[in-house]
T-cell receptor
Framework: GDSVTQMEGPVTLSEEAFLTINCTYTATGYPSLFWYVQYPGEGLQLLLKATKADDKGSNKGFEATYRKETTSFHLEKGSVQVSDSAVYFCALSNAGNMLTFGGGTRLMVKP | DAGVIQSPRHEVTEMGQEVTLRCKPISGHDYLFWYRQTMMRGLELLIYFNNNVPIDDSGMPEDRFSAKMPNASFSTLKIQPSEPRDSAVYFC???????????FGPGTRLTVT
């Protein structure tokens, strides 16, 4: 079945550092890919998405590119802020089926 | 616009008691999802509804769990009887586009002692 693998956290960075959170997936066909973010004490929020190969999703300074050849959808941000501290979930949806989430990666940004 | 509303936000109960969690989806959304989040198991889909009809409840862990959606603006998740291993954060989410772009509520943190 479909699966999503994320790098284990926590990831600890200083403010203004470059962020990469790795995400790879296993799925048949051409899934849509998503990044969700969960701030402390809140539910998940959709951060960005990409629906086909080579698409780049972007929002709030975050970017991720759908790489079919490497089955990856890594999340990047050029300069993180303390307010970016949260848990980030990579997810896929295949052929209109339910979202399959990765295990989540906790990001901690220190001032 | 109001987002997904869940109540209560926190629930502490004793083992064996009945627990009812409530959810109001975003108006106009025709999909509703119930999830459970724990440190050990991560985020698990329990059940989802489309147009108030349960479509897939294969994630419901046991017969102790039941969910209903009597109308488009209200859903409940009930646990009877509750057990300590049910302690988790329960999220409700809604969508107007199937599994895409789900909008999550703030969650209910359930503690069963």
């Amino acid at each position: 079945g479909d699966s999503v693998t994320q790098m284990e956290g926590p990831v600890t960075l200083s403010e203004e550092a470059f962020l990469t959170i790795n995400c790879t997936y296993t799925a048949t066909g051409y899934p849509s890919l998503f990044w969700y973010v969960q701030y402390p004490g809140e539910g998940l929020q959709l951060l960005l998405k990409a629906t086909k190969a080579d698409d780049k999703g972007s929002n709030k300074g975050f970017e991720a590119t759908y790489r079919k050849e490497t089955t990856s959808f890594h999340l990047e941000k050029g300069s993180v802020q303390v307010s970016d501290s949260a848990v980030y979930f990579c997810a896929l949806s295949n052929a209109g089926n339910m979202l399959t989430f990765g295990g989540g990666t906790r990001l901690m940004v220190k001032p | 616009d109001a987002g997904v509303i869940q109540s209560p936000r926190h629930e502490v109960t004793e083992m064996g008691q009945e627990v009812t969690l409530r959810c109001k989806p975003i108006s106009g959304h025709d999909y509703l999802f119930w999830y459970r989040q724990t440190m050990m198991r991560g985020l698990e889909l329990l059940i989802y509804f489309n147009n108030n009809v349960p479509i897939d409840d294969s994630g419901m862990p046991e017969d102790r769990f039941s969910a209903k959606m009597p109308n488009a603006s209200f859903s409940t998740l009930k646990i009877q009887p509750s057990e300590p291993r049910d302690s988790a954060v329960y999220f409700c989410a809604s969508s107007s586009q199937g599994p895409y772009e789900q909008y999550f509520g703030p969650g209910t943190r359930l503690t069963v002692t």
